[in-house]
């Protein structure tokens, strides 16, 4: 009975996410609330003073423990080492008050969609639904489920079919009025905050309470020096304060608020085609997408194929294919169909739409997924709003030597307030003498001198084009001790330059085709693959893409049509993209190709592959390019060579980024005449073509920052999509690697029937000693490896895949792995968020450095994550620098150190001064109960003296004023 009561009146609000929440129901009471608002009275405030600063205890004092359904107010607890609290009130709504009224006693659901929340929250016949709404997200009661859920957003169980079928026409007027109600409006609203708030908000912060009845005690008794001093420094750090937090409030609303005032275009059910502010939209609407276009939500792309610019969100601006979601028959919620892909399909909010490829003579649609805060650029901006807490070992340990030093303030209170009352001293000079000890026990200036220092070294950043959004992370700076580097685009170059091409032919690699001559590829499958399998788009004339697919299509020196061709003419879909022959190719019959249809890439999937056509012919082809390891493996066996692995070895240890190429005719008729093309038949029974050599350098600025860090014994770690054997040689170039230190290549596998999971490791041998290569089975007990590894000449390298078995099965293995790993190759970006995490549990104080394309998880992970970005409103990572190059890694730890070692010297130095204070004041006292005379003791103990000349309690005494007990101010 007494956990069930425990049940309803406790919760968990995004269980399994990262910003998990206890809730715990309260019902408020008259006779408490009376009690508090008198005791508010008695104390002149302090009370409703103590209940601001703990928000729990406000929740206590005014309400009773009850079920969550019957709550009219919750306190949440968040679930992480800080166990914060904040409490909020449940508010109703009533459906009873929309234009359109519900008839309460129907059984129909109140929204088509049967995996709606909505349709468990609404209580009949009062029409009536219980929500919160936490840190601009809104929830609402689930009588089903009993507990909190999101709305504003379609529930993850919906399948694909459902998406199709369920929304697929539009909503009803009906529905689009409730879910406006209740999920709220469509905007990412961000207040900006008024002056007088925030320096309510900054005053009202309990050491500043504390600091402003210190330095009314002290300018009452006559310290006016020490204390206008104080006065004027805390008030220009109060003022850059709120003057950086205004900015930061003004320049964040900037940001989104043309979001809120976008003119789309929605599908429904009675009126057909409706346009209508962007805030108006809800979950469930049919988005209309049109030629170019701002996303104002996230949506589920249904109908017809776009490209987008996500720079906003990964600060990279190269153009995505997003495809339509297929239409499954299937019961599996949508993200479980498509796995780590799903996000191919979706369009999210903040980005760009720069170009739409209609499936047939309708538009391209999508369905509305996610609005207002819920969405991916709504998440960006609660990230900023409400950031993660910071658990910095300076802060911790300095709280509590501050509450340390308050108690021993507390200690000599007491005791001064007994010496006072036994030499018989009126009661207000004895606790206004007691208070003067308690208050030099705690420096009142501390957190003046340390907002001053960190706004400095941000002011500092900034010019060096280094920007800012979390300030309290560059303290955490001065301890970075690791840093992880992405490679491509942070230690090499962006562009890639074209090497060469090694064709195979009867299963044989056949001469490598140079690119550096000036000659062209000759005609053939090859030269189709690179021609045709990129995502690249023609817009205002350029040819725009990923730098990879530029340099590949520029090396056939074909051309694409910045027009499509009529479908009436040629049988061919006006979304393809057409592809000619320019003038430097080499001869071919094909006269054009169309690219029909794209499977994008993604770094999950390490791969694409397209459908094309040539024009005029029934003839179809698919092409494959990614990873030669993956590509390999949709090949048929017999066409891949058999020294694949050692060709493919030879230009990977030479630094060469290496994609491979595939080839596979298909039959026309079938799914190719429906337009459905199934990505598993596709992508099957491929012929091997070749490889590409692409040469990636160096940034000239690498080789030197790395030296850099490495003389100031920071370690620097590789974490990067790209090849193993690419990365190892990569780090070697770059002296990550120091000359003479050997490598451990560690691979994992999963078990297989019988077979255990099972760890191996390779000794990578420099070329000039020969390949004696070592191969040994390790165990979880056996030591081997880590003795393997012990020193500072050997360094491990793994693949994802390897990281990824690691983690699950030989989890005891991995910090050994860690604390000499130095190459993460084929890392998705969920596993570089993760190996992040792993380091900072071996108490590493990570930095990551990235272009902020597949990095943005890992960036925001670590302690300091450094995006190279252009985009100073981007808002990937803590740290934004406009220099695209990792200079910008020494310039913030050398700041991150200056502002630490000023706030720790500041620190120290108001601490031992309030202590002087303290033991000097102290001694004072216990001579006044010993010997009724302090001149006697200053005279054998030489810091008494100094004490005096700076504690005003001891002047006012050694002056003799009307401070001093009876009977001492004559002697005096």
């Known amino acids: 009975m007494e956990e069930n009561r425990k049940r309803a009146h406790w919760a968990l609000l995004n269980p399994g996410e990262d910003n998990e929440l206890e809730v715990f129901g309260y019902q408020t009471q008259a006779l408490r609330r009376v009690l508090c608002l008198l005791g508010s009275i008695l104390s002149l405030g302090l009370l409703s003073l103590l209940f601001y600063w703990r928000p729990q205890w406000n929740v206590w004092a005014h309400c009773v423990p009850c079920p969550l359904q019957e709550a009219d107010v919750v306190l949440l607890r968040t679930t992480d080492e800080f166990q914060k609290y904040t409490r909020k009130k449940v508010i109703c709504l009533y459906l009873s008050v929309l234009k359109n009224p519900i008839n309460p006693k129907s059984g129909a659901m109140i929204v088509a969609d049967r995996h709606s929340v909505i349709n468990r929250a609404v209580l009949k016949p009062e029409l009536k639904v219980r929500c919160i709404q936490v840190q601009k997200i809104r929830y609402i009661w689930d009588n089903v489920e009993e507990r909190f859920q999101k709305v504003g957003l379609l529930e993850d169980s919906n399948s694909c079919s459902d998406i199709h079928h369920t929304f697929g026409s539009g909503l009803r007027k009906e529905e689009q009025e409730i879910r406006r109600f209740i999920c709220g409006p469509n905007a990412i609203e961000v207040e900006i905050q008024p002056i007088w708030k925030l320096l309510i908000k900054q005053v009202l912060n309990p050491f500043y309470v504390f600091q402003a009845f210190t330095l009314t005690l002290w300018l009452s008794q006559g310290y006016i020096e020490y204390s206008v001093a104080i006065i004027i420094l805390t008030v220009i750090s109060i003022v850059l304060s709120v003057y950086d937090l205004r900015q930061q409030s003004v320049n964040l609303h900037n940001l989104v608020e043309d979001h809120n005032k976008i003119q789309a275009t929605i599908h429904t059910k009675e009126e057909g085609l409706q346009e209508l502010e962007s805030r108006l939209l809800v979950p469930g609407d049919i988005l209309v997408l049109p030629g170019k276009f701002s996303l104002p939500c996230d949506a589920v792309l249904i109908d017809g194929s776009c490209i987008v610019n996500e720079g906003m969100l990964t600060g990279e601006s190269i153009p995505v294919t997003k495809t339509p979601l297929p239409q499954v028959e299937s019961t599996l919620p949508w993200k479980s169909h498509s796995l780590e892909d799903y996000r191919r399909h979706v ?85 206004t003498m007691s208070l003067l000890l308690l208050t030099v026990s705690v420096p009142p200036v501390l957190p003046a001198a340390l907002t001053t220092g960190i706004f400095y070294a941000q002011k500092r950043l900034k010019r060096k084009k280094i920007f800012c959004i979390s300030p309290q992370r560059i303290n955490m700076c001065g301890q970075i001790n690791l840093v992880c580097f992405d490679k491509t685009g942070t230690l090499t170059e962006d562009g890639l330059d074209l090497w060469g091409a090694v064709p195979v032919m009867g299963s044989c690699f056949q001469k490598v085709h140079s690119f550096t001559s000036g000659s062209a590829l000759p005609w053939g499958p090859l030269c189709g693959a690179m021609a045709s399998c990129h995502s690249l788009i023609v817009l205002d004339g350029t040819i725009q893409g990923d730098p990879l697919d530029v340099k590949m299509f520029e090396g056939t020196s074909w051309v694409i049509e910045d027009s499509s061709v009529d479908p009436s003419d040629s049988g061919i879909p006006a979304s393809s993209i057409i592809i000619k022959p320019g003038p430097g190719a080499s001869q071919t019959p094909a006269k054009a190709i169309a690219i029909l249809h794209q499977f994008p890439f993604s770094s999950g999937l390490q791969r694409m592959s397209v459908i094309t056509q040539e024009i005029g012919k029934d003839h179809f082809d698919a092409y494959m390019k990614g990873a030669p390891e993956m590509v390999a493996s949709f090949c048929r066996p017999e066409t891949v060579p058999p020294n694949f692995k050692k060709e493919l070895k030879l230009y990977t240890m030479q630094g060469f980024r290496v994609i491979a190429l595939a080839h596979k005719p298909l039959k026309s008729g079938g799914h190719l005449e429906m337009g459905t093309y199934p990505r598993e038949e596709v992508e099957s029974e491929l012929t091997f073509l070749g490889l590409l050599i692409m040469e990636n350098r160096l940034k000239k600025e690498t080789k030197p920052v790395l030296r850099e860090l490495s003389s100031a014994r920071i370690r620097t770690v590789m974490i990067t999509g790209d090849n193993l054997q690419t990365a190892i040689t990569v780090a070697k170039n770059s002296e990550m690697i120091p000359q003479g230190n050997k490598v451990i290549l560690i691979e994992a596998n999963e078990p297989e029937g019988h077979s255990p999971a099972s760890v191996t490791w390779q000794l990578l041998e420099n070329k000039e000693e020969g390949h004696k290569d070592k191969e040994i089975c390790l165990h979880i007990q056996d030591p081997s490896l880590a003795e393997a590894g012990r020193g500072d000449d050997y360094h491990f390298a793994m693949t994802g895949k390897s990281y990824q078995v690691i983690t699950q099965h030989f989890s005891n293995l991995l910090p050994k792995i860690l604390v000499n790993g130095a190459i993460f190759a084929r890392m998705s970006p969920g596993q570089k968020s993760s190996l992040v995490e792993e380091f900072q549990k071996l108490n590493y104080y990570v930095a990551m450095c990235g272009d902020g394309a597949n990095d943005c998880g890992a960036l925001k992970m670590a302690h300091a994550g450094i995006s190279l970005s252009d985009q100073e409103a981007s808002v990937a990572s803590p740290f934004t620098s406009k220099i695209a190059n990792i200079e910008c890694v020494p310039h913030l730890i050398r700041e991150g150190r200056a502002a630490l070692v000023s706030s720790f010297g500041v620190f120290k130095y108001l601490t031992m001064y309030g202590i002087i204070q303290l033991i000097g004041t102290s001694l004072l006292y216990w001579q006044l109960q010993l010997f009724g005379n302090y001149q006697y003791l200053m005279q054998d103990v030489g810091i008494t003296l100094m004490v005096c000349l700076t504690s005003k309690p001891l002047m006012k005494l050694r002056e003799g004023s009307s401070s001093c007990p009876t009977g001492l101010s004559a002697f005096s």
């Open 347 to 431: 369009l999210f909010c903040g980005t760009e739409v720069i170009q739409t490829k209609p499936a047939g003579p309708g538009p391209v649609r999508a369905v509305v997924l996610q609005t207002g805060f819920n969405t991916a650029k709504g998440d960006l901006v609660r990230s900023i709003l409400y950031p993660r807490p910071l658990n910095f070992k300076l802060y911790n340990d300095a709280f509590k030597f501050i509450v340390f030093l308050a108690f021993l303030g507390v200690l000599a209170f007491f005791y001064a307030f007994g010496v006072y009352m036994y030499h018989g001293t009126s009661a207000r000079d004895t606790v």
